[in-house]
């Protein structure tokens, strides 16, 4: 399972980078807003930037929502890095960008995916990507997890090449569910990632060794 990590700050890219894990990065108008990235050449710039740090697929999300515009800022974003995934939402304009950015073999994430029946929809046009929101399911009393297993299997019985992005990861539990339920990639805050770590017997087990060093060598 790839490891990305959503968000667009750049620091927190480079330290998940740095630990050696990481395969992309995913971003949406939110976090560009939330690192206070505003106007074209800024955002276009600050794609550039993330590239520039990890080697892997870096989503880049278009704001048009009818399909010419989808298709003209796609073309825009895709041209920057080879690197860049288009990031399309799901909503029907959505999907023939998606079937159209696939013939001319531009890569594309479909965002906002809910439901089997959108994640159906996306892989039959041909998107590299599709991100189920885990973590805004669980926020309406749904269980998340519960779709990523059910696109898992629907995926595996037709053979659909489309991975599957599981997104909105909210805790560590998330990201060790995915894996179970067959997620190919998973995009987490950095916080989550890091907290796959902790154990406390870890951290017991190894005071205990150094301390058991000390008194030999003392
Ligand atoms: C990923 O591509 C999404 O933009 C992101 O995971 C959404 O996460 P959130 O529900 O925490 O905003």
Redesign the pocket.
């Known amino acids: 399972m790839k490891f990305f990590i959503?968000t667009a700050n750049l620091a927190q890219i480079k330290e998940a980078n740095d630990l050696g894990i990481l395969d992309g990065v995913?971003?949406?108008p939110?976090?560009m807003a939330k690192e206070g990235i505003k106007g074209e050449a800024a955002v276009m710039q600050h794609y550039i930037d993330i590239c520039n740090i990890v080697d892997g697929d870096v989503?880049a999300e278009v704001i048009s929502t009818d399909f010419a515009g989808m298709v003209a800022e796609g073309e825009k974003l895709a041209a920057l890095h080879e690197n860049i995934v288009v990031?399309i939402p799901m909503i029907k304009d959505g999907v023939k960008a998606i079937k159209y950015f696939t013939s001319k073999g531009i890569r594309t994430?479909c965002?906002l995916v809910f439901g089997a029946g959108q994640a159906i929809l996306a892989a039959k046009a041909g998107a590299t990507y599709i991100?189920p929101?885990v973590?805004?399911l669980d926020d309406i009393s749904y269980d998340g997890m519960d779709l990523i297993a059910q696109i898992s299997q629907i995926f595996a019985v037709q053979g659909y090449q489309t991975q599957i992005?599981a997104?909105?990861?909210?805790n560590p539990v998330h990201i060790i569910k995915s894996a179970e339920m067959g997620a190919h990639v998973i995009?987490s805050?950095l916080a989550s990632i890091l907290a796959l770590l902790n154990h406390p017997l870890t951290d017991k087990g190894l005071a205990q060794f150094l301390a058991d060093h000390a008194k030999s060598n003392a």
């Open positions: 959503d995913t971003t949406n939110s976090l989503s990031k994430n965002t991100s929101f973590g805004r992005l997104a909105s990861i909210r995009t805050p």
